[in-house]
């Protein structure tokens, strides 16, 4: 796993670097930390990351900047922004990060945090059957952003592609058993990575689906999804 931590404070760099590599090291988990300073030198090494932990206000990149750029290395990566400030919180939903992470760090939330984070950096592949020729494909679960039932059938709705599944809805809820998969009404199961806009009966996905969550859903649903980013 490669991991990078950016931010123009270093004596904050060295907290969550010490930190990381303590609970990876606990975890048996083989990781590659890298730290910047400044964000343009982040770049300048092309490298590939899992995890990134970002300062929002930085240069002459800021952490909103960086991330953006870094998802376009790797859609999935894992975002954490640490700041001092909530008034980035609508920019950090935007690009779908992880968490948000007051200065000081606090230790036992940077700790959670980065433990569910690890449930999520997961290439688990999910097989299904094609409704019109019962022909079989095979994606990642982190590629899809929600899950519809379409007659006696299922759309499976990725960023650039959508199939049609001869399977039903129990059995995509039974295969997407990662905490960031929520049915939130009796015919959608959504991806909460690609949440973009929230509200008490609705969520927009990736700017662009907007997914009703059902009246018996709602309560639940909103103490997963707060939960999903932090509380």
């Known amino acids: 796993m490669r991991v990078v931590i950016c931010d123009d404070d270093k004596s904050c760099i060295d907290d969550i670097y010490t930190n990381i590599q303590s609970i990876m090291t606990e ?16 770049f300048e090494c092309g490298n590939h990351y899992d995890l990134a932990f970002l300062d929002v206000e930085m240069k002459p990149f800021s952490g909103i900047e960086t991330a953006r750029k870094l998802k376009t290395i790797n859609k999935n990566i894992v975002i954490f922004f640490i700041t001092s400030f909530d008034k980035y919180l609508d920019e950090a939903m935007d690009i779908n990060a992880f968490r948000f992470i007051k200065k000081p760090i606090d230790v036992k939330r940077l700790r959670s945090g980065l433990l569910k984070a690890l449930t999520l950096i ?13 022909s079989i494909v095979t994606v990642s679960s982190n590629d899809i952003i929600y899950i519809e039932i379409v007659g006696r059938s299922t759309e ?34 959504i991806n909460m990575k ?24 709602q309560v639940a649903f909103r103490t997963a999804f707060f939960d999903s980013i932090g509380g």
């Open 156 to 189: 499976v709705v990725l960023e650039n592609k959508k199939y049609i599944s001869a399977n039903k809805i129990d059995f995509w809820e039974s295969k997407l058993v990662a905490s960031f998969f929520y049915r939130v009404h009796k015919s959608y199961i």
């Open 27 to 42: 975890n048996n988990i083989s990781a590659q930390i890298n730290t910047f300073t400044d964000s343009e030198e982040l």
């Open 122 to 134: 997961d290439n688990t592949q999910v097989s299904f059957h094609l409704k019109e020729d019962n």
């Open 194 to 217: 690609y949440i973009t806009q929230y509200s008490r009966d609705m969520v927009t996905l990736a700017q662009k689906y907007n997914i009703p969550i059902s009246y018996r859903k």
